[in-house]
């Protein structure tokens, strides 16, 4: 009888291999759920190959479904969450009704941010525009800096000027 023995994340793992090379990854409900769950959490490929133990090719060859979905796939983990959620609260639970009406208001903002973001501004400038970059604010800081210097010894002056 082999039992198999397992890592601290629940990983099988033999203490001796018995064939040269490495095994051949076998694809689980459990390692299609962990790829789609690091895909909605925006982890890069090399990322979920490496934490998954595999190299980046076997990850496409097995995962090209859950890869593929990387645009939709936050959406769907949130609305997997709203799902539990209300199911929850349907069957009675206080905290996941709570839960649910959280995650509701955070839908909220998020379509209204998106909404915002969407509009044009208001007076016609982009976003792009107003950003200055480090030269310009240095620049600005000299002349500020000039003009203080300045504002400075006139006033100094005219101090001097009702001492003599």
């Known amino acids: 009888m082999v039992t198999e023995n397992f890592d601290l994340f629940g990983n099988p793992y033999v203490e001796r291999p018995t064939k040269r090379g490495r095994p051949p990854h076998e694809v689980t409900k ?20 490496s934490a ?6 076997t990850l496409h060859k097995h995962y090209f479904y859950e890869l593929r979905q ?7 983990l949130e609305l997997r969450r709203l799902e539990l959620a209300w199911e929850m609260a349907e069957g009675g639970n206080v905290g996941a009704f709570k839960e649910f009406g959280k995650l509701l208001e955070r839908n909220d903002r998020m379509e209204i941010e998106r909404e915002m973001g969407a509009k044009p501004q208001e007076d016609g400038k982009s976003a792009a525009a107003e950003r200055v970059g480090k030269k310009v604010i240095d620049k600005q800081r000299a002349i500020d800096a000039d003009a203080d210097l300045m504002a400075e010894l006139e006033r100094e002056a005219s101090h001097n000027v009702g001492h003599c």
Request: glycine content about 6%; overall charge positive; cysteine-free.
């Open 30 to 49: 459990k390692t299609r759920n962990r790829v789609s769950m690091l895909v909605a959490l925006g982890w890069t490929n090399p990322r979920i190959a």
């Open 52 to 57: 998954l133990g595999v190299t980046l090719p």
């Open 70 to 76: 990387r645009d939709v796939a936050r959406d769907r």
